[in-house]
């Protein structure tokens, strides 16, 4: 397994997610958002296995403004403003290569291999 935990240290779901994997002795690398951003690959990979840009948006952000104008944007122009603002984000966003996850799951991280 590779386990990759994308968050912020102030996070209590990232948190979570790093005593899960902890707990179970589970190597695993955290990255912190506010200080490398995910690469446009990396996003790519995280939209498309959690089922798209909505799955990984978080609605609660503290920036409403680009929450919204990412909400509105034509479908073709989304990914770009959120490669830009990743601060939009769900956390944590845990990868194991191709499967990646958006949030608190631990019921999906038990299946992993």
């Known amino acids: 397994m590779n386990i990759q935990i994308f968050g912020t240290k ?7 997610a790093q005593r899960w994997f902890k707990g179970r002795r589970i190597k695993f690398q955290f990255i912190d958002l506010r200080e ?14 959690a089922g798209g840009i909505d799955a990984v948006l978080n609605p609660k952000a503290k920036d409403e403004e680009a929450l ?29 290569g191709r499967a990646a996850t958006v949030g608190y799951c631990p019921d999906v991280w038990v299946g992993w291999q």
């Not at 102030?10 to 979570?16: M, N």
């Not at 446009?40 to 939209?47: A, M």
Request: hydrophobic share 35%; aromatic share 4%; glycine share 2%.
């Open 10 to 16: 102030k996070s209590f779901d990232t948190k979570k």
């Open 68 to 96: 919204a104008l990412v909400q509105h944007l034509a479908e073709s122009q989304r990914f770009d403003k959120l490669l830009e603002n990743q601060q939009l984000l769900r956390e944590p966003i845990v990868r194991n």
């Open 36 to 49: 490398k951003e995910m690469s446009k690959g990396e996003l790519h990979s995280v939209v498309s296995a």
